[in-house]
């Protein structure tokens, strides 16, 4: 399989968007189950 030389792989990147949207989303994790157990009731 012939490789474009002026293609732009940006795997890469979303790996590391993808792996900083999941931290932040763990991070925050326990905020969000408090706010919905204060508003639930």
């Known amino acids: ?3 474009d030389e002026n293609s732009y792989d ?3 990147i979303l790996a ?3 792996g ?3 931290l932040v989303g763990m991070a925050c994790l ?3 189950i408090a706010w919905i157990q ?3 009731g």
Do not use: E, H, K
């Open 38 to 40: 204060t508003f639930a």
């Open 10 to 12: 940006d795997s890469g």
């Open 30 to 32: 326990p905020a969000t």
């Open 20 to 22: 900083l949207v999941v």
């Open 16 to 18: 590391i968007l993808a």
């Open 1 to 3: 399989m012939a490789r």
